[in-house]
């Protein structure tokens, strides 16, 4: 499956080696064995919502880190698996390259306890209990317009 690229990110990738693009993975086996593969799961976007992509990788183990931009933050599990490492935070302030850069290199020294964030996170993001907490939001709504 081939995704064409384009602009500064077909620049800048032509000096690597040591990425793959994928495109859209729609096995979703096959996709939780590349989320878990990771040794970090790196997010940049300017602006996201909660973001689905960062709750998924943690169900699969990996670490999540990135831009403390919009909904991003909130996804992950720091307080529940980092602290333990040293780690302060995973995320940094929006367009901090170097502070990010530094994150990322603690990630990739293996630092995480892949299963143990695994288990917080599928605890944190069962479905069950994510499917309570949005019912009670919307019985609160409910009530404000009787």
Known sequence: MK????GIRKHILAKRKNYMVLGRIYDQKLLGALYALGDAFVICSAWENFPTTCIEAQCCGTPVCGF???????TALNEAVF????LKDTFAVYGDTKALEGIVQTL?????DKKKLSRAAKGRYAKQKMYKAY???YKEIMKGQQ
Not at 68 to 74: I, L, N
């Open 3 to 6: 995704q064409k690229i384009t």
């Open 108 to 112: 990739l020294s293996g630092v995480i």
């Open 135 to 137: 019912l009670g939001i």
């Open 83 to 86: 602290k333990e490492c040293g």
């Open 68 to 74: 403390d931009r919009c909904g991003t933050k909130e």
